[in-house]
Nanobody, 117 residues
Framework: VQLQASGGGLVQAGGSLRLSCKAS????????MNWFRQAPGKEREFVAA????????YYAAFAKGRFAISRDRSENTVSLQMNSLKPDDTAVYYC???????????WGQGTLVTVSS
């Protein structure tokens, strides 16, 4: 599978961005589509996930209440709506497919999100 992420950019603190990730093939119902991020000099961390079949959502603590993950099964796309962005959210964001939240075996290229203060 190929995963194509888009939507990153520069935004001021308090602003919003919507990231999208399109899969070249339709994920199976058992697949979980994840978003991870990696800030400069830091380890990659889990952000959010959605189970393709059921739509169940999973979030890292820092993402709850600010970020929302969704999937469009007709477009084979998963999106991450990010609101109330903070400078600490600055990172390269990656979408990835796996079989459980925070687990991934197929990765897309990242999209850079920069939040200015």
């Amino acid at each position: 599978v190929q995963l194509q992420a888009s939507g990153g950019g520069l935004v001021q603190a308090g602003g919003s961005l919507r990231l999208s990730c399109k899969a070249s093939g339709r994920p199976f119902g058992s697949h979980v589509m994840n978003w991870f991020r990696q800030a400069p000099g830091k380890e990659r961390e889990f952000v959010a996930a959605v189970r393709w079949g059921t739509g169940r959502e999973y979030y890292a603590a820092f993402a709850k209440g600010r970020f929302a993950i969704s999937r469009d099964r007709s477009e084979n796309t998963v999106s991450l709506q990010m609101n109330s962005l903070k400078p600490d959210d600055t990172a390269v964001y990656y979408c990835a497919r796996g079989t459980s939240p925070a687990d991934a075996s197929s990765w897309g290229q990242g999209t850079l999100v920069t939040v200015s203060s």
